[in-house]
């Protein structure tokens, strides 16, 4: 079995500032670990995903995410906000094999200052 | 291209009045999730279907929620009846295949926010 738990509810950064979402994850088996981003009145869509080789992963509108086994955590990092990285982030977990299905977490509001 | 389609977008209906929901997926795609999205509960998956056939439906909250998925373009998810607390946005979503749902490749479509009074 698998969970996610992501670490604030809602996080605040100023413009140019660096943003870090914490995600703790829990996977009985080898887990597969995603960030998705949900814009307001949007679907969800794919920020980045880890699921085997380099630990840590670029993914769109420069974020990057990496995978600690030891910490069990896949942290999402940008260096710089922008005004439009304000959203709702979920990471997410799923195994490796067979019809495992995705494990979102609770997601985390981003809101950017200027 | 088109990107899943979910109508209505907004549905406004009284306790105890059925609900339908409707999802077309993207084309090809042969695996198709219906998602809750709450405040309190966040995103859940209620049901899952690959190549129009039901694998999962441990999600799904009660006897008055069903899913449907006649044909490879279009699916369902019908309340009946509806209760307040069935309030949500309604997620559809769609995959080519459940290893690629699996590695993230998960298409969601705009929801249809349900209220029931």
């Known amino acids: 079995a698998q969970s996610v738990t992501q670490l604030g509810s809602h996080v605040s950064v100023s413009e140019g500032a660096l943003v870090l979402l914490r995600c703790n994850y829990s996977?009985?088996?080898?887990?597969?670990l995603f960030w998705y981003v949900q814009y307001p009145n949007q679907g969800l869509q794919l920020l980045l995903k880890y699921t085997t080789g380099a630990t840590l992963v670029k993914g769109i509108n420069g974020f990057e995410a990496e995978f600690k086994k030891s910490e069990t955590s896949f942290h999402l990092t940008k260096p710089s906000a922008h005004m439009s990285d304000a959203a709702e982030y979920f990471c997410?977990?799923?195994?490796?094999?067979?019809?495992?299905?995705?494990?979102f977490g609770q997601g985390t509001r981003l809101t950017i200052n200027p | 291209d088109a990107g899943v389609i979910q109508s209505p977008r907004h549905e406004v209906t009284e306790m105890g009045q059925e609900v339908t929901l409707r999802c077309k997926p993207i084309?090809?795609?042969?695996?198709l999730f219906w998602y809750r999205q709450t405040m309190m509960r966040g995103l859940e998956l209620l049901i899952y279907?690959?190549?129009?056939?039901?694998?999962?439906d441990s999600g799904m909250p009660e006897d008055r929620f069903s899913a449907k998925m006649p044909n490879a373009s279009f699916s369902t998810l019908k309340i009946q009846p509806s209760e307040p607390r069935d309030s949500a946005v309604y997620f559809c979503?769609?995959?080519?295949?459940?290893?690629?749902?699996?590695?993230?490749?998960?298409?969601f479509g705009e929801g249809s926010r349900l209220t029931v009074l």
């Open positions: 979503a769609s995959s080519p295949t459940l290893l690629a749902a699996n590695t993230g490749e998960l298409f």
């Open positions: 996977s009985s088996v080898p887990p597969y």
């Open positions: 084309s090809g795609h042969n695996s």
């Open positions: 997410a977990v799923s195994g490796f094999q067979g019809a495992q299905k995705l494990v």
């Open positions: 279907f690959n190549n129009n056939v039901p694998i999962d």
